[in-house]
């Protein structure tokens, strides 16, 4: 099913995320990082879409890994205002607070960093320029493609109390895992399907914990 990138779609979805009680993250011991989960139009099939990108292998943290366009938050800077700034200083993409529709809950990862992720709308066609300092390639990952029955994978590893989520996601050509994975599995829950679908007790693979 194609979900259509238009006024409507852009209500409902604004709707729903508006349902959800969002869930903060009070340990203080995390650093703060904020993440833009923007939805645009798909260059192929014509419907909406999420921008994903994937790190270069040079840079130190979490290279080569899928990424929301995103970073910590400088002093003084909101969650939206340090969003907004990344997805500007990642991929060139020029948005305001105008454009934010909602927030999906924290998630607190291995690395010690607490992610809150800003849902925005994108504009049609939208003009990007990605930094190869920090972005290796630029995605547009299909709505249809995140509402596959297959998603999310859960595997829980001996002696584990969470297990570790992922998704296969044909656009990238292979698996994309958690925190990434998971905070896309609750866009999909709560933006496309209006669950109120939780994410932040699922673990991240150890590679992801550096």
């Known amino acids: 099913m194609t979900f259509p990138f238009n006024d409507a779609f852009r209500r409902d979805v604004t709707a729903r995320l508006a349902d959800l009680d969002v869930i903060g993250q009070s340990d203080t011991e995390l650093r703060r990082a904020a993440v833009a989960l923007v939805v645009v139009n798909s260059e192929v099939e014509m419907g909406a879409s999420v921008l994903i990108t994937l790190r270069p292998r040079t840079i130190k943290r979490h290279s080569n890994q899928f990424a929301l366009p995103g970073?910590?938050?400088?002093?003084?800077?909101?969650?939206?205002?340090?969003?907004?700034?990344?997805?500007?200083?990642?991929?060139?993409?020029?948005l305001s607070e105008a454009d934010v529709i909602g927030r999906l809950d924290d998630y607190p990862t291995r690395s010690g960093f607490c992610i809150s992720p800003v849902v925005m709308w994108g504009g049609d066609p939208i003009d990007i320029h990605p930094d190869p300092n920090e972005v290796a390639e630029v995605f547009r990952i299909p709505l249809s493609e995140l509402n596959s029955p297959e998603i999310p994978i859960l595997n829980l590893a001996p002696g584990a109390e969470h297990p570790v989520l992922s998704a296969m996601i044909p656009t990238v050509g292979g698996r994309m895992y958690a925190p990434t994975a998971a905070i896309l599995y609750q866009f999909r829950e709560v933006a496309i399907r209006g669950e109120q679908t939780r994410v932040a007790h699922f673990d991240q693979p150890a590679f992801a914990w550096k």
């Not at 970073?71 to 991929?91: H, K």
């Open 71 to 94: 970073g910590r938050l400088d002093e003084g800077e909101t969650i939206v205002e340090a969003a907004l700034r990344e997805l500007d200083e990642e991929v060139g993409l020029k």
